[in-house]
């Protein structure tokens, strides 16, 4: 496996954890609730107010991205 880490990469995993931790069934719209229907606007994302789950890679900001990039990469190297 390539050790270069993208910050679309560290995005995605940030997104897959929190979605894996989120204790609704709809939290992003392309999610699929306990019917296997698609969650759209019924998502917690798609609704304003609360608490508010990062779906997409535009809901992290670059700098954001860039510096847990940072701290991957310097962990691999033993520099934690």
Not at 31 to 57: E, F, I, L
């Amino acid at each position: 496996m390539d050790l270069l880490v993208t910050k679309n990469e560290v995005a995605i995993d940030l997104i897959n954890d929190g979605i894996s931790k989120y204790p609704g069934p709809c939290p992003c719209p392309y999610n699929v609730d306990v019917n296997r229907a698609n969650c759209g606007n019924r998502s917690v994302w798609s609704r304003s107010g609360g608490k508010t789950p990062h779906c997409y890679v535009k809901d992290y900001s670059n700098e954001y991205l860039e510096v847990i990039r940072r701290q991957i990469l310097l962990s691999r190297e033993g520099y934690e």
